[in-house]
């Protein structure tokens, strides 16, 4: 059973920093690119960053361009989102998911195997 699991939530002071991570088992995403959403209360779950199996390309959303930086290691099936400068809007569960599908790299829709998600709150 293919299953992504997301750890490294928590509670920080804006300004502060935290890494994310994204295990996935049951199966190798190696080749595929994989993705971080992030969803906060009352909102819809938006894109933060995606990147390519290779770690060649990575792609951000614009409000965290300079802050957060997506990285992967293969050999572990993990993807990492290293999060600084937080600010209090960047609060709201993370989830990492697989890119199965064509279409934009910020369009929720071509991801799946979305895991459970991770907290994060950012105070001010």
């Known amino acids: 059973q293919v299953q992504l699991v997301e750890s490294g939530g928590g509670l920080v002071q804006a300004g502060g920093s935290l890494r994310l991570s994204c295990a996935a088992s049951?199966?190798?995403?190696?080749?595929?690119?994989m993705g971080w959403f992030r969803q906060a209360p009352g909102k819809e779950r938006e894109f933060v960053a995606a990147?390519?199996?290779?770690?060649?390309?990575?792609v951000y959303a614009d409000s965290v361009k300079g802050r957060f930086t997506i990285s992967r290691d293969n050999a572990k099936n993990t993807v990492y989102l290293q999060m600084n400068s937080l600010k209090p809007e960047d609060t709201g569960v993370y989830h990492c998911?697989?890119?199965?599908?064509?279409?934009?790299?910020?369009?929720?829709?071509?991801?799946?195997?979305w895991g459970q998600g991770t907290q994060v709150t950012v105070s001010s």
């Open positions: 998911a697989v890119r199965i599908g064509g279409g934009n790299w910020n369009d929720r829709n071509v991801y799946g195997y």
């Open positions: 049951g199966r190798t995403f190696s080749s595929y690119t």
């Open positions: 990147i390519t199996w290779s770690g060649g390309v990575t």
